[in-house]
């Protein structure tokens, strides 16, 4: 089979397609023949050398998840047939045309999607809905700060919470892509480029501030946020590229008995991926098939491109999730 190859940690010129055995599912285990799999920020710091691959997954082959048929099932596999569309996260190696996966780690791709469309939905809508439902605990009518609503996991969460009845506040540094969140469903857009994220958040709370906030940047923006959390409210830390060493006031929290805490979703042990890939599966997927949520895809490039891949989202234009197709 054919793979996206990290030859050393460097630039995107670094990357290279090569040839790699199939893998054989075992028990238990289906194979899947990839059609799309898609960009994640994770696959920049692998390919950098500074995010290895977990235990169990390949060191030298990028891809969190993948959009593909059922090719052939392990002894004792039987939730799954060949021919069966599915989609799902991986710990590594999505970046190939094919994967090997637990077969309850298998999410079924609605009838409506394409795969361009199915390879845009794993990893950005398990992290958010986990993130959200999971850890945040969001229910109807509180008011959620996403920072970086215009990422791939920033528009899976603005259209989660608002399907859920919450008030979403987002940020970013682009008008563009706050224009496209607003016809989205992102009720109050701020600029952080102009604006300052605290006094922007109390003017439009009146002063009330927020229950929760999703932040996947980190940095002074978590700082920030932390001034505009309402009492017992909660905040999730899922993404650090404005930074991972930051000063945290930690008599605010005490004052305000803020909840702040981290999560990652690529590590996690085998039964977690299968417990939450089940649940989103009955909560999401309807959604998903009516229409009422739909991937955002930034741009489609063939696998051969993938050093064009990377260079789009390190210019940190794209709006949305970057796919790749084979």
Same mark, same amino acid.
């Given at each position: 089979?054919?793979?996206?190859?990290?030859?050393?940690?460097?630039?995107?010129?670094?990357?290279?397609?090569?040839?790699?055995? *199939?893998?054989?599912?075992?028990?238990?285990?289906?194979? &899947?023949?990839?059609?799309?799999?898609?960009?994640?920020?994770?696959?920049?710091?692998?390919?950098?050398?500074?995010? !290895?691959? !977990?235990?169990?997954?390949? @060191?030298?082959?990028?891809?969190?998840?993948?959009?593909?048929?059922?090719?052939?099932?392990?002894?004792?596999?039987?939730?799954?047939? *060949?021919?069966?569309?599915?989609?799902?996260?991986?710990?590594?190696?999505?970046?190939?045309?094919?994967? *090997?996966?637990?077969?309850?780690?298998?999410?079924? %791709?609605?009838?409506?999607?394409?795969?361009?469309?199915?390879?845009? /939905? !794993?990893?950005?809508?398990?992290?958010?809905?986990?993130?959200?439902?999971?850890?945040?605990?969001?229910?109807?009518?509180?008011?959620?700060?996403? +920072?970086?609503?215009?990422?791939?996991?920033?528009?899976? @969460?603005?259209? +989660? @919470?608002?399907?859920?009845?919450?008030?979403?506040?987002?940020?970013?540094?682009?008008?563009?892509?706050?224009?496209?969140?607003?016809?989205?469903?992102?009720? #109050?857009?701020?600029?952080?480029?102009?604006?300052?994220?605290?006094?922007?958040?109390?003017?439009?709370?009146?002063?009330?501030? &927020?229950?929760?906030?999703?932040?996947?940047?980190?940095?002074?923006?978590?700082?920030?946020?932390?001034?505009?959390?309402?009492?017992?409210? =909660? &905040?999730?830390?899922?993404?650090?590229?404005?930074?991972?060493?930051?000063?945290?006031?930690?008599?605010?929290?005490?004052?305000?008995? %803020?909840?702040? $805490?981290?999560?990652?979703?690529?590590? =996690?042990?085998?039964?977690?991926? %299968?417990?939450?890939?089940?649940? $989103?599966?009955?909560? *999401? +997927?309807?959604? #998903?098939?009516?229409?009422? /949520?739909?991937?955002?895809?930034?741009?489609?490039? !063939?696998?051969?491109?993938?050093?064009?891949?990377?260079?789009?989202?390190?210019?940190?234009?794209?709006?949305?999730? %970057?796919?790749?197709?084979?």
């Amino acid at each position: 089979m054919r793979a996206v190859v990290i030859g050393k940690p460097g630039g995107p010129e670094v990357l290279s397609l090569e040839d790699r055995p *199939v893998p054989q599912p075992g028990p238990g285990e289906i194979r &899947v023949r990839v059609h799309a799999s898609a960009l994640n920020r994770a696959d920049l710091l692998q390919r950098r050398g500074s995010y !290895p691959a !977990p235990p169990g997954a390949p @060191a030298d082959i990028p891809g969190l998840e993948y959009a593909g048929e059922v090719d052939a099932v392990g002894e004792g596999a039987g939730l799954w047939a *060949v021919g069966n569309r599915v989609m799902g996260i991986v710990g590594g190696g999505g970046h190939a045309e094919y994967v *090997v996966v637990h077969e309850r780690e298998g999410i079924r %791709i609605p009838q409506n999607l394409s795969w361009e469309e199915a390879a845009a /939905i !794993p990893e950005v809508f398990l992290t958010a809905y986990d993130a959200l439902f999971r850890q945040l605990d969001l229910t109807m009518g509180e008011r959620l700060l996403i +920072l970086a609503v215009g990422s791939g996991v920033g528009t899976a @969460a603005l259209q +989660l @919470a608002s399907a859920a009845g919450a008030t979403v506040i987002g940020t970013s540094r682009t008008a563009g892509k706050l224009k496209r969140a607003q016809e989205m469903g992102l009720e #109050i857009a701020i600029d952080t480029g102009k604006e300052d994220l605290a006094e922007a958040v109390n003017q439009a709370t009146y002063g009330s501030g &927020v229950h929760a906030v999703l932040d996947l940047v980190g940095g002074k923006l978590l700082e920030a946020s932390l001034r505009v959390v309402a009492l017992r409210g =909660r &905040v999730v830390v899922v993404g650090t590229t404005g930074g991972a060493n930051v000063q945290v006031d930690l008599g605010l929290l005490l004052r305000r008995r %803020i909840h702040l $805490f981290g999560t990652v979703l690529r590590s =996690r042990p085998l039964e977690e991926k %299968i417990a939450l890939a089940r649940e $989103f599966s009955n909560a *999401v +997927l309807p959604l #998903i098939s009516s229409a009422r /949520i739909r991937p955002v895809v930034d741009s489609v490039f !063939p696998m051969a491109d993938i050093r064009k891949a990377h260079e789009r989202m390190e210019e940190n234009a794209s709006f949305g999730k %970057i796919v790749l197709t084979w």
